[in-house]
C-alpha cells in the first residue's frame, strides 16, 4: 500500500520531491498520464474520465491513498469523484486546500468559518482549464472572504516544460505576468495553480518583483500530507513504490531525470 501520486504528467514529481524528503519512510508510487497530457486544454468531462481511470488503476495495486498532483485533476474530477462515492477504505485528496490554508493562515483542519484575511489582491496562474473551473476561488470562499483573485490562464506552458523547452516556457511565463498585471497591477500574492510551474518559480518571482509572495505547492502539500497520516496511520501502508507512465518509459524518464536531477525509471502502466 504505497501512497499513491497522479498527475497528468512530470509536474507532479515537484510534489513527490518534496513529500519523500519529508517522508522517508513512506513508499510512494507516481503515475504519470503522459499520453493524454496536457490536461489543461480538455474539456471537464474528459479530464474526469481519464482522472478516473488513473486513480482507480492506482486503488487496484493496492494504494489506499491518492493525490492528485494535478492542480486540473483537482478542479475538473476531485469533486466529483468524492460526491460519486469513493470505495470503502480508499481516499482521493487534492492539491488545492493546503495552498489555500498557508495563503488564509489557517491551520490543517480549521473548519470555522470564512473570515477576513491579510491578502486582499491574490493572482492566480494556472491552465485554462483550471482557470475556467473557479475551484480555487470556489475553495478559499470556503475559508476567506473579502479577498480578490485575479486568474490567469497559463496556456502553453506546461506543454513547454514537458518538452524540455525551457527557454520557450521563461518567455511564456513573463508574458503570462504581463498580462495578468494588465488586469491586477498590484498583487500581494501569486498562486503557482499548476504543479509544473515551481519548476519556472524564480522566473515568475522574477517577473512579478519580490513584493510579490508566490506561493507553490510541494512542500505546502507535503507538510499536509504528513499531517494528514498523522491522523490516519492506516493509510501510509507499506508497499512497493515506483513509478508508471502512459506513454514511453524510455522518454518520460529521460525528462524526468532532468527535472528532478536524479535518476527516475518509469514503467509502463
Known amino acids: 500500500m504505497a501512497v499513491g ?6 509536474g507532479g514529481l515537484t510534489v513527490l520531491n518534496a513529500a519523500q524528503k519529508r517522508l522517508p519512510d513512506v513508499d510512494f508510487l ?16 474528459n479530464i474526469y474520465g481519464l482522472t478516473r481511470k488513473a486513480v482507480n488503476d492506482l486503488w487496484n495495486r493496492g494504494c489506499d491513498l491518492v493525490i492528485l498532483a494535478c492542480n ?40 470555522s468559518p470564512p473570515r477576513e ?3 486582499k489582491h491574490v493572482a492566480l496562474f494556472a491552465t485554462p482549464a483550471t482557470v475556467s473551473s473557479r475551484a480555487f476561488q470556489r475553495e478559499l470562499a470556503f475559508r476567506a472572504i473579502g479577498v480578490d483573485v485575479e486568474a490567469q490562464a497559463c496556456g502553453g506552458v506546461v506543454d513547454a516544460i514537458e518538452d524540455g523547452d525551457m527557454i520557450l516556457a521563461e518567455a511564456l511565463v513573463r508574458s503570462h505576468v504581463d ?7 498590484e498583487p500581494q500574492a501569486a498562486i503557482l495553480g499548476c504543479t509544473h510551474y515551481p519548476l519556472m518559480a524564480e522566473t515568475f518571482q522574477k517577473a512579478l518583483g519580490s513584493g510579490v509572495q508566490v506561493y507553490s505547492q510541494g512542500d505546502l502539500v507535503a507538510e499536509s500530507l504528513a499531517d494528514y497520516l498523522q491522523r ?7 508497499g512497493e513504490g515506483g513509478f508508471l507512465t502512459t506513454g514511453k518509459p524510455a522518454f518520460v524518464s529521460d ?13 509502463a502502466a
Open 232 to 238: 490516519h496511520p492506516k493509510m501510509q501502508g507499506n
Open 72 to 111: 486540473t485533476a483537482s478542479a475538473a474530477a476531485l469533486r466529483r469523484m468524492q460526491e460519486e462515492g469513493v470505495p470503502e477504505g480508499k481516499r482521493v485528496l487534492g492539491v488545492f486546500v493546503p495552498l489555500i490554508e498557508a495563503l488564509t493562515e489557517r491551520q490543517w483542519g480549521d473548519n
Open 179 to 185: 498580462a495578468l498585471r494588465r488586469k491586477m497591477p
Open 117 to 119: 484575511v491579510a491578502v
Open 30 to 45: 507516481y503515475f504519470a498520464d503522459s499520453a493524454h497530457a496536457p490536461y489543461g486544454v480538455r474539456d471537464a468531462e
Open 5 to 10: 501520486i497522479f498527475d497528468s504528467g512530470l
Open 255 to 267: 525528462r524526468a531525470t532532468q527535472f528532478l536531477r536524479r535518476q527516475i525509471t518509469f514503467e
